[in-house]
Nanobody
Framework: QAQLVESGGGLVQAGGSLRLSCAVS????????FGWFRQAPGKEREFVAT????????DYTDSVKGRFTISRDNDKRMTYLQMNSLEPEDTARYFC????????????????????WGQGTQVTVSA
């Protein structure tokens, strides 16, 4: 059974940094693209970032471009979200998601495209 476990969230001041990690088990890691999504209180869950199976291509929502970086380590079966220059508007619960896909598949920004989800980790950015 697939399992995605996020960690690394916490409380940070505006302008600070956090690195979220997602440990993946129970699936063939290299067959999957990964994404990060977030959900703020009272809002719908939204796309943040995604990375292809081979890690060569990434995509971000406009509000985090230049501040966040998604990456993956196939040997460690981990995906990461490095978040710099955090803003109070980044406060949300962050979720890791996995999508089984072919090597040449386009980037996936929609939640419905993902097969597996973690439980999330809370990020709170104070002003």
């Amino acid at each position: 059974q697939a399992q995605l476990v996020e960690s690394g969230g916490g409380l940070v001041q505006a302008g600070g940094s956090l690195r979220l990690s997602c440990a993946v088990s129970g699936l063939t890691f290299s067959y999957y693209a990964f994404g990060w999504f977030r959900q703020a209180p009272g809002k719908e869950r939204e796309f943040v970032a995604t990375i292809t199976r081979n890690g060569r291509t990434t995509d971000y929502t406009d509000s985090v471009k230049g501040r966040f970086t998604i990456s993956r380590d196939n040997d460690k079966r981990m995906t990461y979200l490095q978040m710099n220059s955090l803003e109070p508007e980044d406060t949300a619960r962050y979720f890791c998601a996995a999508k089984r896909t072919i090597l040449t598949a386009p980037l996936a920004r929609r939640q419905g495209e993902y097969d597996q989800w973690g439980q999330g980790t809370q990020v709170t950015v104070s002003a």
